[in-house]
């Protein structure tokens, strides 16, 4: 009887076990899928600032384009006089 009962106690703390294990597993899944949604939320973010930093950096070279042109509409004018 002493066996039964032993087997009864492991078994016992076997289930136990198992389910702290299965309720981690599943703790541990929501975070995976949290975490996976905030870098796909990361990525988009991250997607649209490099498109935000060439279009800033597009619209820099056109400006020192501009203020060459300007400077060396200055230069001729400078000369000519």
């Known amino acids: 009887m002493e066996f039964l009962d032993q ?3 492991r078994l016992v703390d076997l289930l136990s076990r198992f389910d702290r294990v ?3 597993r599943n703790r541990l ?12 939320g990361l990525e988009e973010r991250n997607r649209n600032l ?3 930093l ?5 619209r820099r070279g056109e ?3 501009h203020i060459d ?13």
């Open 63 to 65: 400006a020192l384009k």
């Open 29 to 40: 899944r929501a975070e995976v899928e949290a975490l996976t949604a905030r870098i796909a």
């Open 50 to 52: 490099d498109a935000a």
């Open 22 to 24: 299965k309720n981690e």
């Open 69 to 81: 042109a300007l400077l060396h509409k200055i230069h001729e004018y400078d000369s000519v006089e």
């Open 7 to 9: 087997l009864e106690t």
């Open 54 to 58: 060439a279009r800033e950096e597009n």
